[in-house]
């Protein structure tokens, strides 16, 4: 059983929709981050929170604690924002080493 | 803040032989972390440094994985007698400030093939 999972594991958009990711973990935690990869496994780090909502640009993202569940949600959709999107949680008494979701692949169509 | 650089970008080495890869991270970050992904994956923790000590490892950080941070710089990890199994990207990530929750940042990776 993963301790994180996201869903879809696979997302086709049209370029202008508005793009929801989820994550639910099972484990206690300390922070959850997004992470964007793109081909080539680089990994950039988008958010990291612990609860609440942030934004950026026209990235946000969500966490519910009492519900162990965050999204990720991306307006106005463009190609340039296709690759994998990674949910990665810091769990509680940990020394700060993520457990990762297995990413959500997204495409986005011209 | 030149960001975290791994290198090589890509081995590529007969069943058998040793490797060892390296990891820059940012200069004032003091904790680094080494994670290994596999096709279609996320990336698994192997093991974390504080400074110069190793604090965490994995149990998939098998008796033929050793990383060392010797001066709390650079880090390396090698892997002896490697097999096919260990095909993979092997991340490196650093953080720094107060506490363990804070961002971490990701180098390229060096993606590892296993003849």
């Known amino acids: 059983k993963n301790e994180v999972e996201q869903s879809p594991q696979n997302l086709t958009a049209q370029e202008g929709e508005f793009i929801t990711i989820n994550c639910s973990y099972s484990v206690g935690i300390s922070a959850l981050h997004w992470l964007q990869q793109h081909p080539g496994g680089g990994i950039v780090s988008l958010f990291m929170?612990?609860?609440g909502k942030k934004k950026h640009g026209r990235l946000i993202a969500t966490i519910n604690i009492q519900e162990k569940h965050s999204s990720l949600h991306i307006t106005a959709s463009h190609p340039r924002d296709s690759a994998v999107y990674i949910c990665a949680v810091i769990y509680g008494g940990s020394q700060g080493n993520l457990i990762f979701g297995k990413g959500t692949k997204l495409s986005v169509k011209p | 803040d030149t960001g975290v650089s791994q290198d090589p970008r890509h081995k590529i080495t007969k069943r058998g032989q040793n490797v060892t890869f390296r990891c820059d991270p940012i200069s004032e970050h003091n904790r680094l972390y080494w994670y290994r992904q596999t096709l279609g994956q996320g990336p698994e923790f192997l093991t974390y440094f504080q400074n110069e000590a190793q604090l965490e490892k994995s149990r998939l950080l098998s008796d033929r994985f050793s990383a060392e941070r010797p001066k709390g710089s650079f880090s390396t990890l090698e892997i002896q007698r490697t097999e096919q199994g260990d095909s993979a990207m092997y991340l490196c990530a650093s953080s720094g400030g107060q506490g363990y929750y804070q961002p971490q940042h990701f180098g390229d990776g060096t993606r590892l093939s296993i003849l």
């Open positions: 929170l612990s609860s």
